[in-house]
């Protein structure tokens, strides 16, 4: 059967921007480079380029995934329905499974062609556990618990590693930051998850806070968002990165005092604590 690519109509290349949710890579993409960059710049800047290429192919393929089986979903959210064109009418679901397969073979391709067997396995377990969340019949985002764990592996924990294991440099800081980064994605997953509560019950989606309902899902993201803090203080601790430790109590403090929301000031912290992280380990601060 021929598959209707009609990406070629016109707005095709809107609609393969919006099916990759380019919009929203930003934090997974500045994960990326904080773990290219936490042990120092690749000395060829082609390799750098082409790594972030691959890093995009596969943010492209594991939102692209999520549009093709979310359809149910957002058809009942008209903010997501926007992000998501297969929802929409306006590309059809073969189109979409053919470029996401795309996405993924050019990223494997290059990551093997470039970097060899250690990069090409680290990838090859993010495209699996991206495609296994979305996909049916495993479709981990409607398994309580393991939707959280596995967003926090496939967009946290490993995603950071992808860059120390191409290029050969993983180290106890990033190690540590990686554990952050685990439980801070689980802290966005379920944050998430609860925006999106009443159109995951009625589309009969199942994730955690579908399972354990919104009061205590609350509390579970309370939970994650303090053990996010806590364990970045104790690898920050553990590592003797005491500016970015500072600066880590600083803007807490401050977020604190300004009554920011529990959310924002998780974010800021965490984002700037791993800003003064990557200078401090650069050595641009010294103590």
């Known amino acids: 059967m021929r598959v209707p690519l009609d990406i070629t109509r016109r707005n095709g290349a809107a609609n393969l921007l919006r099916l990759s949710r380019v919009e929203d890579w930003r934090g997974y993409l500045g994960m990326a480079l904080l773990g290219l960059f ?9 390799d750098t380029a082409i790594f972030m290429l691959i890093v995009s192919f596969y943010l492209a393929f594991a939102f692209s995934v999520n549009n093709c089986f979310d359809v149910v979903v957002d058809l009942l959210d008209v903010k997501d329905l926007n992000k998501n064109p297969v929802a929409s009418g306006l590309l059809a679901f073969e189109s979409a499974i053919a470029f996401s397969l795309a996405f993924l073979v050019a990223g494997m391709v290059l990551s093997y062609s470039f970097f060899g067997i250690r990069s090409t396995l680290l990838f090859s377990l993010l495209y699996l556990l991206a495609g296994l969340y979305s996909v049916p019949p495993v479709r981990i985002k409607s398994r309580p618990y393991f939707d959280l764990l596995s967003h926090g592996l496939f967009f946290g924990g490993l995603l950071i590693l992808a860059g120390p ?18 439980f801070y994605s689980m802290f966005l997953e379920i944050r998430n998850h609860i925006d999106d509560y009443e159109f995951d019950k009625l589309s009969g989606t199942r994730t955690t806070v579908v399972h354990l309902g919104l009061e205590a899902s609350e509390r579970l993201k309370r939970a994650l968002a303090l053990i996010t803090i806590i364990s970045l203080y104790v690898i920050l601790i553990a590592t003797s990165n005491l500016v970015t430790l500072l600066i880590t109590t600083i803007t807490l403090s401050l977020l604190v005092l300004l009554g920011l929301s529990e959310d924002r000031t998780v974010d800021f912290t965490v984002v700037a604590s791993m800003l003064f992280l990557l200078l401090e380990q650069s050595n641009l601060i010294v103590v």
Request: aromatic share 8%; hydrophobic share 50%; glycine share 12%.
């Open 165 to 182: 294991t191409t290029f050969g440099r993983l180290t106890p800081v990033t190690l540590g930051i990686a554990v952050v980064l685990f």
């Open 38 to 46: 936490l042990n120092g710049v690749p000395s060829d800047p082609l």
